[in-house]
């Protein structure tokens, strides 16, 4: 009886290995997020609306009110950016924000890209559409969607799209010359949040792919990071005929192969055996090794936000500076975990007090963290690994750069198991989880030399 057995499981195994095909797209489906009644896809309004970001006068007096009457609590001795954000520091940035923070001004400066919205599947859904102002006779601009992720917003690609959309204008060839589209998730920022349950990354995929069939745009390139990688992932899982490439500067490795434990405890001594580099391994093992712990403090925001994000949602929507306190305290200790032990947390060096104060009103003004923290529960609250995409491959020409301070490090290897036509994989030299925001000349860089290997290539 036990040969028998024995001889039955090594068959399923074998025809597993060597015949099982898994399916290589994911069906686009259908779906209807607002809270009016449903209509027909062919009956829904597919007009583009300019808008325009602004903020009444009334909306800043309440902000103001909010801002002079907070209550802080005062820190521990030493305890800098340890216990999360340090209030001895807040008060600064709250003083900058009533006292110093221009929104006229500010609000000129969100304003100065083209925004839209079109409604989709009953929600209205936001974007930046920024076009080439010049272009070489007889060429095209390559259509690019970047998408951000938790808790940025479009505003992350502020800095990257000039440099992207006119290339000549920052000493750089013309070859490579985009046109960018960055659309807000739904329920982040200026995008509409979804009434019903269920809005997750898939939802977002096809809601993006009808976004740019609506621009009448046919083939693209996608790039992402945070959830903006797993959205652009499941676009081209979706729809690869219209995906000419998705670069990635974060790798959403949901289902990888039994491997990756061996490899791990192989790796150290028999690193070449396993695929590993030797970045691979000055990236892997002091964070394996010494800082386990890490994981576990970077990730207690998720459990609750995948768990129960609108308890924790009452509370951050009330309050400005405790949204300030929750959205910066990431922009912190993501973009370098050394950032912990500074009484700033370092979030001035790399960032100015606008632009972070930005980022925070994109999310205060919509009233939408709430539904922002949403997209955890929708994608978390299951079995991610029973998701119908952790089980399909990523069959369109792949870049992925790998910056330093990301929250984990995915070595090639790794991302092979996923992602099956790599064409340029980066060890960026500095940066952390928000690149196009903190990197954008280095993430600009790579992203056009991953698009130059893909056209070279056909």
């Not at 969100?110 to 010049?134: A, C, M, Q, S, W």
């Not at 479009?154 to 440099?163: D, G, L, Q, V, W």
């Not at 920022?189 to 009808?210: L, T, Y």
Request: with cysteine; aromatic share 14%.
């Amino acid at each position: 009886m036990f040969l028998l057995i024995f001889t039955v499981a090594v068959g399923a195994l074998l025809y597993y290995l060597f015949f099982h095909k898994s399916p290589k797209t994911i069906p686009e489906g259908e779906g209807w997020w607002g809270a009016s009644e449903r209509v027909d896809a062919e009956e829904e309004d597919e007009k583009i609306h300019p808008f325009k970001i602004e903020m009444s006068k009334e909306m800043i007096q309440d902000l103001h009110y909010r801002l002079d009457n907070t209550r802080f609590t005062p820190p521990l001795d030493d305890s800098r950016f340890h216990y999360g954000f340090n209030s001895a520091y807040l008060k600064k940035v709250v003083s900058y924000w009533r006292k110093d923070y221009d929104w006229q001004k500010q609000q000129e400066v969100l304003n100065k890209f083209p925004h839209f919205k079109t409604r989709i599947e009953g929600i209205d859904v936001h974007f930046v559409h920024v076009k080439p102002p010049r272009l070489p006779p007889g060429q095209a601009a390559k259509p690019l969607m970047m998408i951000h992720g938790w808790p940025g917003s479009f505003y992350e690609f502020y800095k990257i799209i000039p440099r992207l959309t006119d290339p000549a204008n920052h000493g750089l060839s013309e070859e490579e010359t985009f046109e960018v589209i960055c659309p807000s998730i739904p329920g982040y920022g200026f995008s509409e949040a979804p009434s019903k349950q269920g809005f997750n990354s898939i939802a977002a995929a096809r809601i993006f792919h009808k976004l740019l069939r609506r621009l009448e745009i046919d083939r693209f390139y996608l790039q992402g990071g945070d959830w903006g990688a797993l959205i652009a992932t499941n676009m081209a899982q979706m729809k690869s005929e219209n995906v000419k490439g998705i670069h990635l500067n974060f790798f959403p490795i949901s289902r990888m192969a039994m491997g990756i434990l061996p490899s791990l405890l192989l790796g150290p001594y028999f690193p070449s055996l396993v695929g590993f580099t030797q970045t691979d391994l000055q990236r892997i093992y002091p964070f394996i090794k010494k800082n386990v712990y890490d994981i576990l403090r970077e990730s207690g925001y998720m459990h609750i936000q995948a768990s129960k994000p609108d308890t924790l949602g009452c509370a951050l929507n009330d309050s400005p500076v405790g949204l300030a306190a929750y959205i910066l305290e990431k922009f912190s200790t993501w973009t370098s975990k050394e950032f912990l032990d500074l009484e700033d947390g370092g979030l001035t060096r790399k960032f100015s007090l606008d632009e972070l104060l930005n980022n925070v009103m994109i999310y205060w003004i919509t009233g939408s963290i709430t539904s922002s923290m949403r997209m955890y529960k929708e994608n978390l609250g299951i079995d991610f690994r029973k998701r119908v995409d952790a089980k399909v491959g990523v069959h369109v020409p792949t870049g992925l750069a790998a910056f330093p301070n990301e929250l984990m490090h995915v070595p090639l290897v790794w991302a092979r198991h996923k992602y099956k036509r790599i064409a340029r994989y980066s060890y960026m030299s500095r940066g952390g989880h928000f690149a196009a925001f903190e990197e954008p000349e280095l993430l600009a860089e790579d992203m056009r030399l991953f698009v130059r290997s893909v056209e070279q290539d056909g």
